[in-house]
Every structure is written in structure tokens, then in C-alpha cells.
């Protein structure tokens, strides 16, 4: 009896994410698991303070934290009829990875229209290897975002500032 020692196949190496994000790959926030609220002030003022439909929010987790993104498709009746989206250009770690800055853009879906930088805050509420939990806002000034993009509220709700809060749980990588 002899005895044979099959081949061995070298797998290539599991790429690796930034340690403060979950691993490599798409995650996507449904529905249900994604919660955008739209408030505008006028001073110390709330004048709009109402519920946004994310229908689209994804999480993708690049082996380089430069190319990582956070997209945001929102849509709902505050915005009369428009959609607003937020692309980030890059995420950023503070604090030992229990804040994420997110420097992007605010945009309409028109694509000859400028769009208006902001910049997204989270503070992770809970990480896994496979799941993202995350709260935070960005503030954008409505002036610059009017003149910019011809995004209006309405003629009823003045605004000097508007500030988006997210709420979301990017889970199950595509």
C-alpha cells in the first residue's frame, strides 16, 4: 500500500478593510433599517421637521479606506416631488474608529446641476465583521443649496439651514 499526497491549491489572500469598518464588500441598508429625517431651521426655529424614504442606501468597504463609499437616494413628500442624494468621497475614522466623518456631496437627480459639499458624522453604535450600525447628521446651509441646485422646500417653511439625521444598519455584503 502506498500512500499519495494530493495537490495543494494556494488560495489567495482574504483581502482585508480598515479595521474600524466591517470586511471588504456592498452593504446595503433596507427599508425598514434606514431611517432619514429632514429638519430645516430658521434661526433656533424648527419650521419642517419630517420623515425621508431612503430608496437606496449602501455601504461599500474598499481594502483602502480612500476608496470606501456611503451613497444616499432620498425621496419623500418634504422634498415636493425631488430626490436628494449624499455620495461620500472618502470615510474617515475618528476617535479610535467610534466616529466615521464622511466627506461628500449633496446633489439632485439632475446631473447638470452642481452639488453642494457636505459632510456626514456617524457615531458607530455596532460593529461586526458582516453589520454596521450607525447614527449621525450633516448640517448644509438651504441658501447655497437653493442657489446651487434649485432644490426648494417650499414658499410656506422658510429655512436658513437644513440638517439631515440617518439612522441605518448596513448589513448582509453582496
Not at 51 to 78: H, N
Request: charged fraction near 20%; include cysteine.
Amino acid at each position: 500500500m502506498t500512500t499519495r499526497t494530493p495537490p495543494t491549491a494556494t488560495l489567495p489572500p482574504v483581502p482585508e478593510g480598515p479595521a474600524w469598518l466591517p470586511g471588504p464588500g456592498t452593504y446595503m441598508a433596507t427599508g425598514d433599517r434606514c431611517v432619514v429625517e429632514l429638519t430645516a431651521r430658521l434661526g433656533p426655529l424648527v419650521t419642517l421637521r419630517r420623515r425621508l424614504t431612503a430608496d437606496e442606501a449602501a455601504l461599500t468597504v474598499a481594502p483602502s479606506a480612500a476608496d470606501c463609499v456611503l451613497s444616499l437616494k432620498l425621496t419623500g413628500a418634504a422634498l415636493g416631488g425631488e430626490a436628494l442624494s449624499f455620495v461620500s468621497t472618502a470615510v474617515e475614522p475618528e476617535a479610535q474608529g467610534s466616529r466615521l466623518r464622511l466627506p461628500g456631496e449633496l446633489a439632485t437627480a439632475d446631473p447638470t446641476v452642481p452639488a453642494v459639499p457636505a459632510t456626514l458624522t456617524l457615531r458607530v453604535v455596532e460593529r461586526t465583521d458582516d453589520s454596521l450600525l450607525v447614527l449621525g447628521a450633516t448640517r448644509v446651509p438651504y441658501g447655497p443649496l437653493r442657489r446651487s441646485t434649485g432644490f426648494t422646500l417650499s414658499r410656506t417653511r422658510p429655512a436658513d439651514r437644513l440638517r439631515l439625521l440617518v439612522a441605518a444598519e448596513f448589513t448582509c455584503p453582496v
